[in-house]
């Protein structure tokens, strides 16, 4: 639960915050640098940015937060940066801003003194705000709208800013840095991941604590997952509108603290219980990744509350409708974008990134709507500046960036175009793969494409596999156990009427919508569910797992949980058999895909002559067991197709040189609802096909057998095979058998 504003709290560093009774006395010049509240271990330095105020007055409040004890004008403006310094003030003081200057929209002024604002730099944001129309810089319900001008003071509902002292035995800390190749990624909600785990103890559950809990990092540790995704820890804010309906912003996608951990995540109230999750997870070979919203705020458009970039500077901070400033534009579809093109927001941005991982040890960030941020005027600019100002920074450079490729903006779609070291979310793959076991026709040469690692996207900018974050579910859309389960969103719970959420989800109910005893056809969604899963984590690239579709969580057809912080969206730990069978399902599949590197290269499939082996890296195949042809591609019926990985074709050598060689696959993919008798190709003399996994074999998908090749496998209907081939020591160096079938090589995907 939330802490009110005026819950009383000991300082985040052990400091006692400055009396109620002993007033600040002392106001030096101070240093416009650096920005926000910073402890020097003697005083506090106080520096915000306002292009456009006339004055700016920091305000100090008791340890409650209830009461505003004193105002102080800052002395000093250099380069735009109001300062000062206040020796007597130490870590665990509340404080915030009132900002002077015009009220004036039609011009992009919006300034309000009336109003308390959060500082953009607050490293630690206490309390919650309580919604009131005193929050917003003019009168709700005058017919002049936001050109009127409101005088009520905000400050009793308005969450406090507190100084930190940033001290923290890190100790032996060290980034895991995973190579991007070796890296699966496990998107989680802090909250939501542990509120319902019956061996966290009560009090840390949902918190930054729980999630470093021993029992979690078992369940990680045996899941196999390199790196956490964090869903939004920013401080953020609670939408009224949603509020008054009695639900939340559970997803978080709404910030106004860029620089704050979210409180409503801590147990102790101390951003070192941030820290403390991070040194945990990195001790366990995990890394950290946040998910980030930069290109908009919780203040909305013309019409929203002024609660922070509005009050200090609106025309610096927020991108404005040339032709009518009092409006903004907007290309996130919340009500405006921030201002990458003034140097002060990317300053902000810039320093935002470097302090979580200079100073929170985090290991990369995934952008949402990360186009927006590469619009210069209007077009989205793929080297704009805050992609040129990332791509030189000797710290942000090094830690993993991905980017969720689209806005809501004309031109926003742009998978596949971002500049080299940034990844991408493909949601060219999430829809294909869903397409595809869906039992859509005319799909297998954009299967191929999408399991081959995308080269159609990113290799002509000189990037890699890796460069495709390669998903089947995410926070946003269907649960994995949903898209097996329902033809149709069902968010009735959402207070919208079912409007809100995706309409093309490419899912399938297998023939009943929604909960079924029927055991065919839950046996029927277990297989289809093994069969995306596999699907995902043997195609090349980057696999992101969403957390809780391992236990078959389920929204109950929800695909817009935004808003349910409740057991609609938290997981469910106590499983069915049927359940534990998934979940030792995934796990297995994981470590698979660890133990073979054939099915995480650093290079793209190419169909290049493997000379030591004398067959191709990778071969596509008809269930003849002949290659395939462009003819064959572009048959709208097929929906059954196999491809040969030659893992001595891998091509890559490990930290110390040393050449890496795999075992040689083959995988087949029948989408058909009907057994399709695969013949077994002869790549090598003498060799055999040992089958390792078939998603058809509910009992044990695992359970190995030997076939010989030219052997007719039944592929049954819906259902994926792999297969390791099997020979003679002394022959593994011979010449190859007869080729499936002479011709070019197979680079049609």
């Not at 030189?392 to 450079?397: E, R, T």
């Not at 496998?713 to 994926?720: H, N, V």
Request: include cysteine.
């Amino acid at each position: 639960m939330d802490r009110p504003v005026t819950t009383p709290r000991s300082s985040t560093s052990g400091h006692r915050p400055v009396a109620s009774d002993r007033p600040i006395t002392a106001v030096w010049p101070g240093q416009p640098y650096p920005r926000g509240a910073t402890f020097d271990g003697e005083g506090v330095n106080f520096a915000l940015f306002s292009a456009n105020a006339t004055k700016v007055e920091l305000c100090i409040f008791d340890p409650s937060g209830r009461r505003e004890l004193q105002r102080i004008t800052l002395p000093e403006r250099t380069d735009e940066i109001w300062h000062g310094y206040l020796p007597e003030a130490r870590p665990g003081l509340l404080y915030g801003y009132r900002v002077h200057g015009p009220y004036d929209p039609a011009r992009g002024h919006r300034f309000n003194p009336n109003k308390l604002l959060l500082e953009p730099y607050a490293r630690h944001i206490e309390g919650t705000l309580r919604w009131s129309d005193a929050h917003f810089g003019y009168r709700i319900g005058h017919s002049k709208e936001d050109l009127s001008f409101d005088k009520r003071d905000n400050a009793a509902g308005m969450p406090k800013c507190r100084v930190v002292d940033p001290a923290f035995t890190w100790g032996d800390d060290r980034p895991p840095r995973i190579p991007w190749h070796d890296t699966v990624i496990y998107e989680v909600h802090v909250r939501g991941f542990t509120m319902r785990h019956p061996d966290v103890p009560p009090r840390l559950r949902g918190t930054y604590a729980g999630l470093a809990t021993a029992p979690v990092i078992e369940h990680l540790q045996r899941l196999g997952v390199t790196a956490v995704e964090l869903m939004p820890v920013h401080t953020f804010i609670d939408d009224r509108y949603l509020l008054d309906r009695g639900l939340r912003n559970y997803w978080g996608y709404n910030s106004i603290g860029f620089f704050a951990p979210d409180s409503r995540y801590s147990a102790t109230g101390r951003i070192s219980e941030f820290k403390t999750m991070v040194k945990t997870l990195h001790s366990a070979g995990i890394e950290v990744i946040l998910d980030v919203v930069y290109n908009h705020t919780a203040e909305g458009n013309h019409l929203g509350p002024t609660l922070c970039f509005r009050g200090v500077d609106n025309a610096s901070y927020y991108r404005l409708s040339p032709e009518d400033p009092r409006y903004y534009m907007d290309f996130t579809g919340c009500g405006n974008t921030l201002n990458m093109q003034h140097p002060r927001v990317l300053q902000l941005l810039m320093d935002s990134l470097r302090y979580w991982v200079l100073e929170m040890h985090v290991d990369g960030f995934r952008f949402d709507l990360a186009s927006a941020l590469a619009r210069e005027l209007f077009e989205v600019d793929r080297l704009g500046s805050f992609f040129d100002t990332i791509g030189q920074d000797p710290v942000l450079s090094q830690v993993k960036l991905i980017a969720e490729p689209w806005d809501v903006g004309t031109g926003g779609y742009q998978v596949g175009n971002f500049p080299p070291g940034w990844n991408e979310w493909n949601d060219k793959y999430r829809d294909s793969m869903r397409a595809y076991w869906k039992g859509d026709g005319g799909l297998i040469g954009e299967f191929a494409r999408r399991f081959s690692g995308s080269a159609d996207l990113y290799e002509a900018s000189g990037r890699r596999p890796h460069a495709s974050i390669n998903f089947i579910t995410a926070h946003d859309g269907f649960t994995l156990q949903d898209l097996v389960s329902y033809n149709e969103k069902h968010n009735e719970a959402n207070g919208e009427d079912n409007r809100d959420g995706h309409n093309e989800n490419r899912s399938w109910n297998c023939g009943v919508e929604g909960p079924t005893d029927d055991p065919a056809i839950r046996a029927l969604r277990e297989r289809q569910k093994r069969n995306l899963v596999a699907t995902l984590l043997l195609s090349q690239g980057v696999p992101m797992l969403l957390a809780g579709d391992e236990l078959s969580h389920t929204q109950h057809g929800n695909n817009n949980a935004y808003c349910q912080d409740n057991e609609i969206s938290w997981l469910d730990w106590e499983l069915t058999d049927e359940q534990h069978d998934f979940l030792e399902f995934v796990q297995r599949l994981v470590a698979l895909r660890k133990h073979h590197p054939v099915f995480a290269r650093r290079r793209f499939l190419q169909g290049r002559l493997v000379e030591a082996a004398g067959v191709r890296e990778v071969v596509w195949l008809t269930p003849d067991g002949q290659e395939m042809t462009d003819r064959e591609w572009d048959q709208e019926f097929a929906r059954c197709l196999g491809v040969y990985l030659a893992g001595s074709g891998i091509q890559r050598v490990d930290r110390r040189g040393r050449p890496i060689r795999d075992d040689d696959f083959l995988l087949l993919f029948n989408a058909h609802h009907e057994t399709v008798p695969f013949v077994l190709p002869q790549m090598h003399a003498d060799s055999r096909w040992s089958r390792v996994l078939d998603t058809a074999r509910a009992d044990d998908p695992f359970e190995e057998e030997e076939f010989a090749t030219g052997s007719s496998y039944p592929l049954e209907g819906r259902s994926l095979a792999l297969f390791v081939e099997k020979r003679p020591a002394a022959r593994r160096h011979a010449a190859p058998a007869e080729a499936p079938r002479a011709g070019p090589a197979s680079t049609r995907p």
